[in-house]
């Protein structure tokens, strides 16, 4: 079957860092996504990986390796504003998007 | 004005009622998608269209039916509303190509009582 793995909760302090890891296992692959949702909100593009290497966009970067079925999602300068669920989902053979349940971050001052 | 709306925004229903929900968009994107989404679960699709005349099931179809009325119209039916059919719903869209991100709507929150 297909799986994404990702952590249901995390908690950060403003200002650190913070890395969302993800893990996948689908019939096939072109390419995994990032979306971030804030609470009751649609989800929103991040970025989009399908090679292997780290993707940088201000202060967020993601990582692909397609060996390994791995992704993570970097977070820099935490801000209150990036208190969110952030979704992984990996676009299969058919060129479905197969989604994770979502990691819920939770930044303190 | 947004690109993707959907009507209504939130609405509550009896058990055993029809109950239609719209999607419109402004961005002419011909792939259009209705996911539902539950605390704990990834978003599921439900249906997806890549054209007028292009109908999709997708992984969670049953109790539900959509239509195209239009390239910008996708609407999405329960034609006997089920209390575990309580979801938020989301419409997407996407622009032709393989590889392009989605873009949702607001989202409609239905709850089935």
């Known amino acids: 079957g297909q799986n994404i793995d990702q952590p249901t909760e995390m908690t950060a302090t403003e200002g650190a860092i913070v890395q969302i890891n993800c893990t996948y296992q689908?019939?096939?692959?072109?390419?995994l996504f990032w979306y971030q949702q804030h609470a009751g909100e649609a989800p929103t593009f991040l970025s989009y990986n399908v090679l292997d290497g780290l993707e940088e966009k201000g202060r967020f970067s993601s990582f692909l390796s397609r060996s390994k079925g791995y992704s993570y999602l970097l977070l820099k300068e935490l801000q209150m504003k990036d208190s969110a669920s952030y979704l992984c989902a990996v676009m299969d053979s058919n060129y479905q998007l197969i989604w994770g349940a979502g990691t819920k971050l939770i930044i303190k001052p | 004005d947004a690109d993707v709306t959907q009507t209504p925004r939130n609405r509550i229903t009896k058990t055993g009622k029809r109950i239609m929900l719209e999607c419109s968009q402004t961005k002419g994107h011909d792939r259009m998608y209705w996911y539902r989404q539950d605390p704990g679960l990834g978003l599921r699709l439900i249906y997806y269209?890549?054209?007028?005349?292009?109908?999709n099931k997708g992984e969670i179809s049953d109790g539900y039916s959509v239509s195209r009325q239009a390239q910008a119209k996708f609407s999405l039916s329960l034609e006997s509303a089920i209390p575990n059919q309580t979801a938020l719903y989301f419409c997407a869209t996407r622009a032709p190509g393989d590889v392009n991100e989605q873009f949702f709507g607001p989202g409609t929150r239905l709850t089935v009582l």
């Open positions: 269209s890549f054209d007028v005349k292009d109908i």
């Open positions: 689908t019939s096939g692959f072109n390419g």
